[in-house]
């Protein structure tokens, strides 16, 4: 992994198709940056401290080693934006005691089934007896809920606003179809006030955010202008990859230097003005803003998590389950909060590489593959690829 | 899960429900696409269209060739397979033809 260049490869350079995957573009891109560094005197001593809040470009990053062909004047550091990697350890607890009941089918995305619980992953309880499945999408396991109408088919619901659209139609849809069986745990979080506590951290360093992608196409782009008005830092939303990413730094760094904080974006091909008007409404719908919601490592955060409403209870596995709801503290020793919020980078973390490996993970960080933990283990060793 | 991938509707399902038939690098799915029906507009119109699919849903119509450039960029680094892969295993939604579980 030496350079952003590697996947234009099969692309062919110079293709007009592949306008943002461009060999020579890449190339034509650094050194735009590296002449921005310039001028704004940024070093590996004063870099310009540009925050990725999606672990989809944490991974990218990572993977293109993108950290690795920029100067030493930027760096990157990895924000809250992996659902699974800020999921609490009671909350897979929550299910492990759901996919308890004989009656229950548990579904979830895969990437949920590796996260550490206070005891056990979800794996572990699967191996243990309990009939927990993977699934694609929670139409599959709205399916398996018409397949077995003598269970109970729950879908363990996260992410932020990227997969809130899908399950907030699934909910739709079972109450259309009169589908009795089956409900949701729901685990969504939103993205504005996970920045928010990243802006209002003590220690906070960002200059700039490159905005998440796939969130802005459900809820486009006004919901970020806080950032530019009241925190004075601009934001681009950028696609994944390697040249959408570069440019959105090429972006960042041309507002830095004219002192200008804007949001702006780089992903229009995906992402439109104002989101997804059909994805929204179906998310008003069903869904609605818990007072606070407990997250790993960063502890409660208002306002930052959704339920389901009143109106769709019989879809609600929280109000269908006893659901305890309990918080379980974070071992000690786990830094996954100050990684979170890019005080600390992985390696600088008591346990990184010791006693927290992707085959025993303390913190979630290290699970998915969108985690920095993670990603620095399988990609890091790069100069400057944290 | 949240980075999805481009796919490209060849059928429509169910217009009623806004249940699509889309091929993703040759493997075909039911995919729920009232996300991107144009309002006022009939499902037909979407087919051929490309789209980008996060979990069975398409959420965001893409133009063809940034389409194919994209699932390009995601074969070449491997990261197309998982989701290739999570499809093919999943669940066929009925009324489409059913596949085992
Ligand atoms: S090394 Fe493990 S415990 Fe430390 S921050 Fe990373 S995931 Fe958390």
Redesign the interface.
Known sequence: MTSVTDPAASAGSGDPTAPFHDRDTGRRLIGRIAGQLDRLGADADRPVRLMEVCGGHTHAIFRHGLAGVLPAGVEFLHGPGCPVCVLPMGRIDDCIAIAGDPRVIFTTFGDAMRVPGSRKTLLQAKADGADIRMVYSPLDALELARRHPDREVVFFGLGFETTMPATALTVLRAEREGIANFSLFCNHITIVPTIRAVLDSPGMTVDGFIGPGHVSMIIGLRPYRFIAERYRRPLVVAGFEPLDVLQAVSMLLEQIARGAAAVANQYARIVPEDGNPAALEAIAAVFELREFFEWRGLGSIDRSGVRVRERYARFDAERRFAVQGVTVVDPTACQCGEVLKGVLKPWQCKLFGTACTPETPVGALMVSSEGACAAYRQYGGLRGAA | ????IPGRIVAIVDAA?GLATVDVSGVRR?V?V????E?GGTPDQLVGRWV?V????A??I??E??A???L??L???GEAEVEIA??R??????PAPSVA?
């Open positions: 899960m949240c980075l999805g429900a039911t729920d009232q996300c991107v029906a309002p980008l996060h979990v069975g849903f959420l965001s893409i133009d060739e940034e194919r450039a994209t390009e960029v074969a070449a680094i999570a499809i295993a999943s669940i066929e939604p009925s579980p």
